[in-house]
């Protein structure tokens, strides 16, 4: 059983910034990535950001340059410092851990609004 808690979206103007971060607790083995996806009311669920256990990162091509993806090993945690936020970045951001060594089991937070409006 592994919990993810969601942490510090809000609103914020366009060309502001925020910082995401994503706490792991719980029955932890073996983490193989973690991630941030983000949804906007109707439309689907996108990558935002991903790093995997040996480092290797990967962005969308819409956050490249403004969105940087990190993480403490030390405290479980995850994070995501977004810079020069635009309208389209509006949307529920959801932190994933993948865990396991071949069986891979995926864990989702509950969520955390992120609004960029002037």
């Known amino acids: 059983q592994v919990q993810l808690v969601e942490s510090g979206g809000g609103l914020v103007q366009p060309g502001g910034s925020l910082r995401l971060s994503c706490a792991a607790s719980g029955s932890i083995f073996s983490i193989y990535a973690m991630g941030w996806y983000r949804q906007a009311p109707g439309k689907q669920r996108e990558l935002v950001a991903r790093v995997t256990s040996g480092g290797s990162t990967n962005y969308a091509d819409s956050v490249k340059g403004r969105f940087t993806i990190s993480r403490d090993n030390a405290k479980n945690t995850v994070y995501l410092q977004m810079n020069s936020l635009k309208p389209e970045d509006t949307a529920l951001y959801y932190c994933?851990?993948?865990?396991?060594?071949?069986?891979?089991?995926?864990?989702w937070g509950r969520g955390t609004q992120v609004t960029v409006s002037s």
């Open positions: 994933k851990i993948s865990v396991g060594v071949e069986l891979i089991r995926h864990y």
